[in-house]
């Protein structure tokens, strides 16, 4: 129960840290994170700034070592062994990090920080529309890609490296 309880709380946590780092970002270089918004999106925006998007992929890459890295570090120091343990921890961790996302970025973050969000000559684009924004990008993406394929490769990463 305590595992359960200590596991649950480290991928709150881990979901935590991930939304605020990535809605940073995401206000700090709206026209960099272009190519993680709809595709309808990304055909009427102009071109992002070639640095801004450097230093977003930069950023982005330590969010995500960051975030996996505490769930990975927390679990090394659980008494857990076994593939399907490990594999189960990784999955619940990163599952909550997708939930999180969902509802933290894609839904309520949008809606309240939109203005500050859209990227000029998108406004009329109909897929920042919550409706069209989730059916479009937020509900494919966190209930097919993350679950299918995200969270499993994490649970076999920490497998892996509880290997080494």
């Given at each position: 129960?305590?595992?359960?309880?200590?596991?649950?709380?480290?991928?709150?946590?881990?979901?935590?840290l991930f939304n605020v780092a990535i809605a940073r970002l995401w206000l700090a270089y709206p026209r960099a994170v272009v190519?993680?918004?709809?595709?309808?999106?990304?055909?009427?925006?102009p071109k992002p700034d070639?640095?801004?998007r450097k230093k977003m992929r930069k950023?982005?890459?330590?969010?995500?070592?960051?975030?996996?890295?505490?769930?990975l570090g927390t679990t090394v120091y659980?008494?857990?062994?076994?593939?399907w343990p490990l594999f189960?921890?990784?999955y619940w961790q990163l599952f909550l990090v997708n939930v999180g996302d969902l509802i933290g970025l894609d839904w309520l973050f949008r809606q309240?920080?939109?203005?500050?969000?859209?990227?000029p000559g998108t406004e009329d684009c109909p897929d920042w529309q919550t409706r069209n924004w989730m059916l479009h990008l937020g509900l494919p993406e966190h209930l097919?890609?993350?679950?299918?394929?995200?969270?499993?490769?994490a649970g076999l990463l920490y497998q892996v490296i509880n290997l080494l």
């Open positions: 129960m305590i595992l359960c309880l200590h596991v649950t709380l480290v991928g709150l946590l881990m979901s935590l190519s993680m918004l709809p595709k309808q999106v990304q055909q009427v925006a070639l640095l801004q950023w982005l890459f330590w969010i995500y070592l960051l975030t996996f890295g505490l769930g659980l008494p857990v062994r076994g593939f189960m921890i990784g309240k920080m939109i203005d500050h969000l859209m990227i097919f890609l993350w679950p299918l394929l995200v969270c499993p490769i």
